[in-house]
């Protein structure tokens, strides 16, 4: 069994026996359609991993506070979906370029207090970050999470991730890439 199979495992494993806020059960795993119809809208592909999360664990209702995002449809809790919340973060940061929302950083999973840890589906090995917006300043407000979705997973099956009570004072690296990722493209001259 390969590293990620057996992650994938113990996350379905702990998914079957813990429910986040605001979820009665485990949802379905979606199914190719809807993943190839959440990727056509998003307009980029979900990392392997993700996409095994939602194909093969549930469509949403797992995972640290309050548990993945549903990919298309919304949940229990009132929360929009994952799509739905990266197409709305979008528009909205081409409105007010104060603040706006890098291409690729997909919302997962609501922290509450309009916290989102959001996956970079462009880096390579799924990057989550911790978006923060309370500092009032978009510079401060996006952070390292795990440097790989697995590593936030481990994070979570383990329970080690800083949510945790007793890991509570751990610093969290600022997102370099944010003001990159952000930045207009450049004029052909």
């Known amino acids: 069994m390969t590293e990620s ?6 996350v379905a494993a702990k998914a079957r026996n813990t429910r986040p806020w605001g979820w009665t059960s485990l949802p379905e795993p979606v199914d190719a359609t809807t993943l190839a119809r959440a990727e056509a809208m998003l307009g980029f592909r979900l990392p392997p991993l993700l996409a095994d999360l939602y194909l093969r664990i549930g469509d949403g209702g797992f995972g640290p506070e ?3 995002l549903p990919l298309l449809d919304s949940p229990p809790a009132g929360e929009p979906a994952a799509v739905v919340q990266y197409l709305a973060n979008r528009k909205s940061g081409l409105k007010d370029p104060d603040w706006p929302w890098p291409e690729g950083v997909l919302p997962i999973s609501h922290w509450g207090c ?3 840890a959001c996956v970079d ?3 390579p090995q799924a990057t989550v970050l911790l978006f923060e917006p309370n500092a009032h300043d978009c510079e401060h407000a996006w952070y390292v999470d795990a440097p790989a979705l697995t590593d936030w997973l481990h994070a979570w099956v383990e329970g080690t991730g800083w949510y945790e009570e007793t890991n509570e004072d751990q610093d969290m690296t600022p997102w370099t890439e944010f003001r990159i990722r952000t930045a207009p493209p450049a004029q052909a001259s």
Do not use: D, P, V
Not at 5 to 10: G, V
């Open 121 to 123: 589906c462009r880096s």
């Open 66 to 68: 309050y548990g993945l």
């Open 5 to 10: 199979e057996q992650l994938l495992t113990r």
């Open 114 to 116: 309009a916290m989102y």
